[in-house]
């Protein structure tokens, strides 16, 4: 990528459009899902149960890969107010018109979804199904994004990528060079990913930041709609607001502080997300505040 127009000189930096893998399943969603999918094909399970909240990713990609491989879906969603509204809700709505089946509960109800009774619970309610958890971590999604790095992109010194579970960035550290830095983004407040991180790889060439989470998950400002529209006029690449914008936003903003060393190569990872900018504007539209374009 030219990096001219944004005035960096004596750097390359190269993005990964996994955005680009599937026309719905985008990303690292892709990577994350493709061996659960096949796991649950080969034990014979008809049926897949995951997690999420409003404008999730994960749910959306569930959904729409469900959908082309011919299994039923169950969403459990967070906050029960929701199930009023999802005709005005864009990615419950496309999950929905996918085949998924939505259950909305409260969000209290939803802190035990990792809990053995909550499941066995959602298995007398469902019958026997394909568990994921939300988000999509789990050993085999893990797998599946060490595929994101092949062997000629050793050369690169960086490795940046969005993280929020963790899984995407656990598996990117394992297959990479303990030469190359993995830096991680925090979509959200904290850097906990680490030890979700360390139960996969015991690799210790990564690093996590939060700095550029804005507030916490799913929040943004002006600052960040204007870089991103910027971003896209200038490279005619669309970001999210919730991961891959703060990433950029972040990576361009540690070249301004001179953080990388000089005429360092950066590999950035474009993990998609694209379907939550329409919910983002709904909400932006509400506060009069510019969208995303």
Same mark, same amino acid.
Do not use: W
């Given at each position: ?8 000189? /004596? ?22 899902? !493709? ?8 034990? *014979? ?11 999730? *990713? @994960? #749910? ?5 890969? /469900? ?8 969403? =459990?969603?967070? /906050? ?8 005005? *809700?864009?990615? $419950? ?9 939505? @259950?909305? =509960? ?26 994921? +958890? ?17 062997? !000629? ?13 963790? %899984? ?8 990479? *060079? ?11 407040? %904290? ?16 690093? #996590? ?14 600052? $960040? ?10 490279? !005619?690449?669309? $970001?999210? +607001? ?27 990872? @474009? ?5 939550? =900018? ?6 932006? !539209?509400?506060?009069? $505040?510019? =969208?995303?374009?």
């Amino acid at each position: 990528m030219d990096l001219s127009p944004f005035n960096f000189l /004596g750097y390359s930096l190269f993005i990964k459009r996994e955005d680009l893998l599937h026309p719905y399943v985008s990303g690292n969603k892709f990577r994350k899902l !493709k061996y659960n999918f096949l796991e649950a094909q080969e034990k *014979n399970h008809k049926t897949l149960l995951t997690f999420g909240g409003a404008f999730s *990713n @994960h #749910i959306a990609a569930v959904a729409a890969a /469900g959908k082309e491989c011919g299994l039923k879906t169950i969403g =459990i969603i967070r /906050g029960e107010e929701l199930e009023k509204k999802i005709s005005e *809700n864009p990615t $419950l709505s496309f999950a929905k018109d996918c085949g998924m089946q939505l @259950h909305f =509960i409260s969000r209290e109800a939803y802190r035990a979804k990792d809990e053995a009774e909550f499941i066995h619970d959602l298995k007398m309610q469902f019958g026997d199904f394909y568990l994921l +958890p939300e988000g999509g971590t789990n050993a085999l999604a893990v797998k599946g994004c060490e595929e994101i790095l092949y062997e !000629k992109e050793n050369i690169f010194d960086y490795i940046c990528v969005p993280v929020g579970t963790g %899984g995407t960035m656990a598996g990117l550290v394992k297959a990479s *060079n303990e030469k190359q830095k993995v830096l991680g983004f925090s979509a959200l407040k %904290g850097t906990f990913q680490s030890s979700e991180i360390t139960k996969y790889t015991s690799k210790t060439n990564f690093e #996590i930041t939060d700095a550029y989470c804005f507030g916490g998950y799913g929040k943004i400002d002006l600052d $960040l709609i204007r870089f991103i529209n910027e971003f896209k006029r200038k490279t !005619k690449i669309p $970001l999210d +607001p919730v991961y891959t914008g703060k990433m950029m936003y972040g990576i361009f903003d540690l070249l301004k502080k001179g953080h990388f060393k000089e005429n360092s190569r950066i590999f950035a990872i @474009h993990t998609g997300g694209l379907q939550g =900018i329409a919910g983002m504007n709904q909400k932006l !539209k509400k506060k009069n $505040l510019p =969208i995303i374009e």
